[in-house]
């Protein structure tokens, strides 16, 4: 049973398949942009996440923006990628925005990001995804 959810069969159609292809790259690339900002002025994440943990939060953070977003582009460990993503969605739109969507600290980025990451989860990587090669074998 793990191994199916793992790794899923790619029981999709073409359309089907290149859209969640689309929206995998498309929001987990923009996702990854914000990863990488945070990465590459690590000290200033870091004490910007005091509140919440500070450096632990920083990397847990970054591992969710960065490193587990490449997984969902490319589909190697897809849905065990999208679980640190929804996490770190929920608590920035929860936590940090404190689940407003218009406002001072509006959250709205944070919740589209959780709603398509959730869909996305659900709906599975598609035939394009590396899995679909471990599903195979």
Known sequence: MLRKLLFPSNQYNTLISVLLLLLRVAFA????????????????????????????????????????ALGIITGLLYR??????????SVAFFMAHGARLVGEHNGELAFLYLVVFVVLIF???????????FAKK
């Open 80 to 89: 065990l990628a999208l679980i640190p993503v929804i996490i770190n969605m």
């Open 29 to 68: 690339g923009m996702l990854m942009t914000h990863g990488w900002a945070k990465l590459t002025n690590f000290a200033a994440t870091a004490e910007g996440f005091a509140a919440l943990g500070g450096t632990v939060a920083a990397v847990l953070v970054i591992f969710a923006e960065f490193f587990c």
């Open 123 to 133: 709906a599975g990587p598609g035939k394009y995804a590396i899995d679909g090669f």
